[in-house]
C-alpha cells in the first residue's frame, strides 16, 4: 500500500516556518490548494502574531566578547551592567536584581518556561518565576543551559514569549565559570532582537456529514520553531494528515471531518489555535475523538499511538490496530502536543508520534538537523494506512 512515501508533501511544506513569516505563509498556501484539490470545503483564518528578526549578540567578559543567543522574540538591549546569578528560586528571591543583569543556571535553567499568555497550560511555578522577574525588573536576563530535555537545543532559550517585557538571552552553560573567575563585577551585553507585527492565517479543512452533528477532528501542527527545517517536527504529520484526507475524502462515515494544520503549536500564544478554537468552538456532546499526529515517522523509529480519555471501544481500537501493523506499537501519554488543548477539557484523544525508545526526537527537533533525511517513508504509509482505519472503524460503535 503506498500513500506518502514519496515525499511530495514533505519537500513542499519543509523549510523554517515560524508563525507569521514567508515560509509559513507559503506553507499555509500549499495546504489550503491541497484541501480544496480534494474536494474540501476549506476555512482560511486569519489572525494577528510578531514575526521575529535577530542578528549577532554579544556578552563581554573582562574584554573577551563571547557569541550569545538571543531568546526568541526577546526585545533587543545593550549596555554595560552589574550582573548577579541565581540557581535557585530561594536564592532568586532573596537576590537584589533590579537593574541588573540577571543570570540564571542551575535549577532554573533547566527547562524552557511556559509563556505568560499561553492559553492551554500555565504551571504554578512558571507564572510564578514570570511574574517575579516582571515585577523585580532586571535589566536584561542571560540563561546558562544544557542539552534541553526535549528537543535537540543545547543551549536552549529559557524564555519564547513574545508578551515578556525582560530583554533576554541564553548561552553555554559553561559561561558561568568565566563569569565566576571575573573579578570586575560587570559585563557588557548586547540582544539585537525585533519584534515586527504581521499576519498569519489557520486552514482548515471540513468533510460535512448533514444530518449529523458528529465530527471528528484530525490535527497536526505546520509551524516551526527559528533555525530548524522541521521536517519530522512536523512535515512528516501534515503529510499523513494530507493524505488521511485523500483516503477518506470519498468515504461514507457516519460523521464529520474536521482536518487542522494547527499553525501555531511553537508560537508563544498559540494564535492559530485561538483562531479556530473562536470559529469552531469544542463541544463534547458533538466532539467523538481528536487524532494528533507530530513528530511520526522519525527514522531508526516505530509509530508511537498513545491515547487519552478513551472508553474500552477506542483502547480496543487502538489495540487492534498496533496488532495488525508492525510498525505501530503503543505509546505513553504525552502533553506538549495540540490533543491537549482537547484533553484537558475531557475529549477523547489519539496522539501518533515516534517512539521514544530510540530517542530521535530528542536528538533532532528543533536542530538545523531535521531534514528530510530523517523520515522513513515506509512509516508515512503505515501512519495513513493506520489512522485512516481507525477512522473508518470508528463508525462501527
Known sequence: MHFGG??????????????????????????????????????????????????ISRLYV??????????????????????????????LMQA????????????????????????????????LINEYLEESAPAAVLACTKKHPVSGLS????????????????????????????????VGITISSKRLNTEGR?????????????????????????GTPGASDN????????????????????????CVPFN??????????????DSFPVSQEELLLVINIDGAACRDSRLALSTYHADPFLESLADQTCSALPSFSRGHPWVEGDHSIFTFQGIPALALSSADDSQVLKRIAHTPYDTEKQ????????????????IRNLGGR
Request: hydrophobic residues 35%.
Open 235 to 258: 512535515a512528516s504529520g501534515v503529510s499523513i494528515l494530507l493524505d488521511v484526507m485523500k483516503e477518506l475524502r470519498d468515504a461514507d462515515l457516519p460523521f464529520s471531518l474536521e
Open 202 to 226: 489557520q486552514p482548515v479543512g471540513r468533510r460535512q456529514k448533514h444530518g449529523s452533528r458528529k465530527k471528528v477532528v484530525l490535527c497536526a501542527h505546520m509551524d516551526t520553531v527559528y
Open 375 to 390: 523520515i522513513d517513508r515506509k512509516l508515512l504509509d503505515a501512519a495513513v494506512e493506520g489512522i485512516t482505519g481507525i
Open 62 to 91: 573582562d574584554g573577551e566578547a563571547l557569541q550569545i543567543h538571543p531568546g526568541p522574540y526577546s526585545l533587543p538591549y545593550e549596555g554595560t551592567l552589574a550582573y548577579i546569578c541565581a540557581d535557585t528560586f530561594g536564592k
Open 96 to 127: 537584589e536584581i533590579s537593574g541588573k543583569l540577571l543570570i540564571l543556571h542551575g535549577e532554573l535553567a533547566v527547562d524552557t518556561l511556559m509563556p505568560k499568555d499561553y492559553p492551554f497550560y500555565y504551571p504554578d511555578e512558571h507564572r
Open 6 to 55: 514519496d515525499m511530495v508533501h514533505i519537500r513542499e511544506i519543509i523549510g523554517e516556518r515560524p508563525v507569521g513569516t514567508a515560509g509559513n505563509a507559503r506553507a499555509s498556501a500549499y495546504i489550503e490548494k491541497v484541501m480544496t484539490e480534494l474536494g474540501y470545503e476549506v476555512t482560511s483564518l486569519p489572525f494577528s502574531c510578531l514575526r521575529w528578526e535577530h542578528g
Open 264 to 277: 501555531g503549536e511553537e508560537y508563544y500564544a498559540a494564535s492559530g489555535q485561538m483562531a479556530y478554537l
Open 155 to 186: 543551549p536552549f532559550p529559557v524564555f519564547e514569549d513574545g508578551s515578556f517585557s525582560i530583554p533576554n538571552a541564553y548561552a553555554p552553560a559553561s559561561v558561568i565559570d568565566l563569569l565566576s573567575e571575573s573579578s570586575s563585577g560587570e
